[in-house]
């Protein structure tokens, strides 16, 4: 199993939440389900999720179309924020790479 550490900066907050502090960060762990490697990556906690996949995807060397990030049964969709998601201190984030063929 491989484990990677990852800080994500960003410096804007949900516009939405006045009350979140941009300094806030989340340690979180993407997890993929082909071969169970782990990378950790920390963000801010009104941070975009965008930016954790885009990473993800540029370390990995795939293409962000290709691959589904899920938390909680759900698919998370690149806007959303870990405050949005309610997500707490190392909550794992799951990884499913779609399949090719027809």
Do not use: W
């Not at 995807?57 to 969709?77: A, M, P, W």
Request: net charge positive.
């Amino acid at each position: 199993m491989v484990s990677s550490s990852t800080t994500i900066s960003a410096s804007c907050a949900s516009k939405g939440s006045p009350s979140l502090s941009p300094q806030k960060k989340i340690t979180l762990k993407v997890k993929a389900q082909q071969d169970g490697g782990e990378d950790v990556y920390k963000i801010g906690y009104g941070a975009h999720l965008k930016k954790l996949m885009d990473a993800y995807c540029t370390k990995r060397n795939l293409e962000r179309t290709t691959v589904r990030f899920i938390f909680r049964y759900k698919e998370i969709k690149p806007r959303q924020t870990p405050a949005q998601l309610m997500m707490e201190e190392g909550d794992i984030i799951d990884i499913v790479t779609d399949q090719g063929g027809g």
